[in-house]
């Protein structure tokens, strides 16, 4: 069955850095659109950033934009979300999310999460 | 654009029939979908494409609409259903719609 497990989260200082990973297992996982979305403590959720099957499309969102980069290693099965110039606003549980028929039609497959603490 | 949930909580009794709604700002396409989420859980699934229950969802959960406006509705609710709602489209989610017990 479909398995992603996020890692990474932590606490950190503000204008610090996080890498965050996603292990995907299975699926087929170079065949996927995957997003990470994310969920501050009590809130809804934001989509963050996309990357198409192979990595050559990347998209985030404006409030990222800049900061943030999502890459994934298709050989490796792993998504991952680099986090630079961290701000108290970023603070959110972090999920790494299948898509379903692209365009961000809709998002079928949710890991558990990663808690990303931004505090001084 | 944006998605406005309503409304933002719902109390209801075991076996009621739940109707949750969902407005966008602008009319979109019929990729809009209802996700349901526990507490301390990710969120999960429910209907894509407005009206299309995903793999493994109860046949009590129906969505419909189109254009601006649309709607997920619980036939009759279990206990495991009072979980708080979200709508999205593309990019975008909506704010949420808590559904209690009443």
């Known amino acids: 069955q479909v398995q992603l497990v996020e890692s990474g989260g932590r606490l950190v200082k503000p204008g610090g850095s996080l890498r965050l990973s996603c292990a995907a297992s299975?699926?087929?996982?170079?065949?996927?659109?995957m997003s990470w979305i994310r969920q501050a403590p009590g809130k809804g959720l934001e989509w963050v950033s996309y990357?198409?099957?192979?990595?050559?499309?990347?998209y985030h969102a404006p409030s990222v934009q800049g900061r943030f980069t999502m890459s994934r290693d298709n050989a490796k099965n792993s998504l991952y979300l680099e986090m630079n110039s961290l701000r108290v606003e970023d603070t959110a549980v972090y999920y790494c999310v299948t898509e379903w028929g692209g365009e961000q039609r809709a998002f079928d497959h949710w890991g558990q999460g990663t808690l990303v603490t931004v505090s001084s | 654009f944006v998605l406005t949930q309503s409304p933002a909580t719902l109390s209801l009794s075991l076996g009621e029939r739940a109707t949750l709604s969902c407005r966008a700002s602008q009319s979109v396409s019929s990729y809009l979908a209802w996700y349901q989420q526990k507490p301390g859980q990710a969120p999960r699934l429910l209907i894509y494409d407005a009206s299309n229950r995903a793999t493994g969802i109860p046949a009590r959960f129906s969505g419909s609409g189109s254009g601006t406006d649309f709607t997920l509705t619980i036939s009759s609710l279990e206990p495991e259903d009072f979980a708080v709602y979200y709508c999205?489209?593309?990019?975008?989610f909506g704010g949420g719609t808590k559904l209690e017990i009443k």
């Open positions: 999205q489209q593309r990019r975008t």
């Open positions: 990357s198409s099957s192979s990595g050559s499309s990347i």
């Open positions: 299975g699926f087929a996982f170079s065949d996927y659109y």
